[in-house]
């Protein structure tokens, strides 16, 4: 019964995830270029009304959390992930430096279940990451939801991996996303991020994240599928520039 409950607390709340716990944090970046004319917002309002933007309407869900880049833990920076669930076994975000109008869009994270996880070959295990501490440890949030429908999310995300791109390294001080695309990785231990960045986040958002990992103490901890966390292991794997290029086959 009580689960039962849970989950309808859930479901009812949904609704509501894109409209919490927003417009708390401004874009690290200041990007060049002129102010909008009034023309282009004439455009911008026609397109607004009239336009679908399906893709974007099934966004269910708001998270924020931590990266590094995959082979330099000290490179960390806060992420605000907007979330499709596609099925049972598979997300997509779409992820931001703010969540304010003027948000830098920095990448796009992929997140598949323990089952789809445990199909992929090696070489490709090594590109995910577990979400298994990343939940436990509380820095993994659902803005402005209640406590219960954000259980109910983190059981369902602490046996997870992702896969996460990011293309414009807004903690840099990029005024443009200058440079290759990185990959990143989730924090697997105490003691890897840094604590000033998660102070500042849970008071912006009016949370604690140590109150977070009292109340997820329940939440079985995963056992993390080999292949995982590669970088662990000194198996660092990073994008590169080349001056090769092959074209993919087209299939018919």
């Known amino acids: 019964m009580e689960?039962?409950?849970?989950?309808?607390?859930?479901?009812?709340?949904?609704?509501?995830?894109?409209?919490?716990?927003?417009?708390n944090t401004d874009s690290n970046v200041q990007a060049p270029g002129a102010e909008k004319t009034a023309k282009t917002k004439v455009l911008e309002a026609g397109a607004d009304v009239l336009q679908k933007k399906t893709p974007l309407s099934k966004v269910d869900a708001y998270l924020n959390g931590f990266h590094f880049y995959n082979g330099n833990l000290q490179g960390q920076m806060e992420a605000?992930?907007?979330?499709t669930q596609l099925n049972e076994d598979l997300h997509q975000a779409v992820m931001y430096d703010g969540n304010g109008p003027n948000a830098k869009l920095m990448g796009v994270e992929y997140i598949i279940s323990e089952r789809l996880f445990k199909k992929l070959p090696m070489e490709e295990r090594a590109l995910w990451h577990s979400h298994h501490?990343?939940?436990?440890?509380?820095t993994l949030i659902a803005p402005g939801i209640p406590d219960v429908a954000e259980h109910e999310l983190m059981e369902k995300l602490v046996s997870t991996y992702g896969k996460i791109i990011h293309t414009w390294h807004t903690d840099r001080d990029l005024e443009l996303p200058y440079g290759s695309p990185m990959l990143m990785m989730g924090f697997t231990k105490d003691g890897q991020l840094k604590q000033e960045l998660v102070t500042d986040r849970d008071k912006r958002f009016k949370v604690s994240s140590a109150e977070k990992r009292t109340q997820r103490e329940d939440i079985p901890m995963p056992q993390v599928i080999e292949g995982a966390n590669a970088w662990e292991k000194g198996n660092v794997r990073q994008l590169q520039f080349t001056n090769q290029y092959t074209a993919p086959e087209h299939q018919h």
Request: net charge positive; glycine share 10%; charged share 15%.
């Open 3 to 23: 689960k039962n409950l849970r989950s309808l607390l859930l479901l009812l709340a949904l609704p509501l995830l894109t409209r919490c716990g927003g417009n």
């Open 133 to 138: 501490h990343e939940v436990k440890s509380g």
């Open 80 to 83: 605000h992930h907007y979330v």
